[in-house]
């Protein structure tokens, strides 16, 4: 189709002419239209992105909220394994540690919480800077109370086999049988029945028959068996450790060498009349760190023969 051609009205010939257009006239045209169509063109952009959005922004705004769902799920996850730490932590030190005997874990520490003004810089200037330094606010001192529980649970669990052998190694039953009755105990003898003189009684007596099986009270090492003519005729020293140490004295025979590991309830003598001694009958002795103790503190009268046997029996295995 031919060009559309612009025809002029000439007054001075009253006559119409074909008006040519020149090169400034077209720039000019060509310069309106396209400035016309570059703002009709963002008009339309910004109308569509601000009522349709792009499907890229659409995109990234689904992906954010998918994070900020995360993150809100992750903090409440946080805010639960912190409780159960906390539920720990208050067992350890009202339980564990009070039976233990160890000192509680200080708040301030096993609370957890760091320091420092720059820790979260990394997370600054964007647009959930906020929520995302709160969650990580939360993990790091969740992983700083974890770690202290886990070191107390270490703690406890070396202390607790500790515990576990001192208890074995404590001399905690009778060394004969139960309805052997009880002679002199810890007292100040006024005349000794041998030797006339007063001077004190550091041990328990067992009225027995001369022959009658005695046993380790606890575990430990056999530092002495023999008659070292000290007035216990024939006697077994027992080293249990943690400052304990038993005698068996006036025995007619021992049962065990020096240096041999035993545990409570082994048969490790019989019972006698040697040394300075009137009449049948068996002297227990507990020394702690060098102390003498009562030994009627470290053992139960009441149970029956039966089962006084029963557990010697379990105790020295088959």
């Known amino acids: 189709m031919p060009g559309r051609k612009n025809y002029v009205f000439d007054t001075v010939n009253l006559q119409f002419r074909q008006h040519r257009r020149n090169w400034s006239e077209k720039l000019t045209r060509f310069s309106l239209f396209l400035v016309l169509s570059v703002c009709a063109t963002l008009i339309y952009s910004l109308i569509f992105h601000r009522f349709f959005g792009s499907p890229k922004e659409e995109l990234l705004q689904q992906r954010v909220d998918e994070l900020k769902l995360s993150y809100t799920l992750l903090e409440r996850q946080i805010d639960l394994s912190s409780r159960t730490v906390a539920e720990l932590r208050s067992s350890d030190n009202s339980s564990y540690r009070a039976v233990l005997d160890m000192p509680q874990i200080p708040s301030d520490i096993s609370e ?89 009684h550091f041990g328990q007596d067992f009225r027995c028959p001369e022959g009658s099986e005695v046993y380790a009270t606890g575990a430990g090492t ?97």
């Open 112 to 200: 957890g919480g760091a320091g420092g003004t720059n820790r979260m810089a990394d997370l600054n200037g964007y647009m959930n800077s906020e929520m995302m330094m709160k969650v990580r606010s939360k993990f790091e001192d969740l992983r700083t109370q974890t770690n202290i529980q886990y070191n107390s649970l270490t703690e406890l669990s070396v202390r607790a086999e500790e515990w576990k052998d001192m208890w074995e190694h404590l001399p905690y039953i009778r060394p004969v049988n139960v309805t052997m009755r009880l002679g002199d105990g810890m007292k100040f003898r006024e005349k000794h029945p041998v030797l006339g003189s007063p001077r004190w």
């Open 222 to 318: 056999v530092e002495y068996a023999g008659n070292q003519h000290d007035g216990f005729g024939i006697k077994v020293v027992i080293d249990h450790g943690y400052g304990y140490r038993t005698i068996y004295g006036h025995l007619s025979k021992y049962n065990v060498r020096r240096g041999q590991k035993v545990s409570r309830g082994d048969f490790i003598a019989l019972s006698g009349n040697t040394g300075t001694s009137t009449g049948p009958h068996l002297h227990y002795q507990i020394d702690l760190f060098g102390a003498h103790v009562n030994p009627l503190w470290y053992f139960e009268d009441g149970m029956t023969e039966e089962e006084y046997f029963m557990m010697i029996d379990f105790l020295s295995g088959p």
